[in-house]
């Protein structure tokens, strides 16, 4: 009995040890770093984040059910460098809230979706070089008393959850009433049913926006920065040395300044 007490000892001695180095190994890997390049490469397929209520950068054209606009024609060249053929893309769409949220899940591997490079956003995910510059401004309807971010006081002013559009709003007006929308399809048609008296965000986006109905035109200049960046899972570096050396090749080989004029109508 003393016999086969001292050998289940040692067996569970044995096990414990095995089980001890299994942890060592596994927490190594967890604390590895992802590889999306490689992830891309086996599946054989890039799968981006998009947006697809965003006219001119990422938009779903109901009729067609075509995603296109500035952003899709940017993720496409990237699907081309890294696969040799634009069409190995899937599509997937995010907004603003849900973004970097599927981008931690390993949804997506990549977000290309106006998204400005902030020092907040920094901590979540990895960021590219700046592809695009835009600026937040106002949307009105045409004959509005609103001229700039100055007019706001006691106006009601509509933005998109999870945008930079919010805070600095917030910030710059501060006796605005903000209201908050899911998106940029249900934030325009509050605006145009009069649920607001302005609409937010990027004067990229308000473009857009005012191109699908002439009754509406963006208020005064810009009044903030919105450097968009694509952005990549937190701590894969290399992937992003890649993005940046892609976004480079872009703008050197006139494909950028393509897409750029394909989209954006220069004022
Ligand atoms: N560029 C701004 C942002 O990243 C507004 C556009 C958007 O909501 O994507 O928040």
Known sequence: MKKQARWFLSALLIVVLALAAGCGSSGSSGSEKKNTLEAIKDRGKLVVGVKYDTNLFGYKDPASGKVEGFDIDVAKALAKKILGDESKIELKEVTSKTRVQMLQNGDIDAIIATMTITEDRKKEVNFSDVYFEAGQSLLVKKGSDIKSVEDLKGKKVLAVKGSTSVANVKEKAPDAEVLEFENYAEAFTALKSGQGDTLTTDNSILYGMAAQDSNYELAGEPFTD??????????????????????????????????????????
């Not at 050396?245 to 989209?263: A, C, V």
Request: net charge negative; no cysteine; glycine share 8%.
């Open 226 to 267: 919105e450097p968009y960046g694509i952005a990549i899972v937190k701590g894969d570096d290399e992937f992003t040395t890649y993005v940046n050396d892609f976004l480079k090749e872009l703008k050197d080989s006139g494909e950028y300044d393509k897409i750029k004029q394909k989209w954006i109508k220069e004022e």
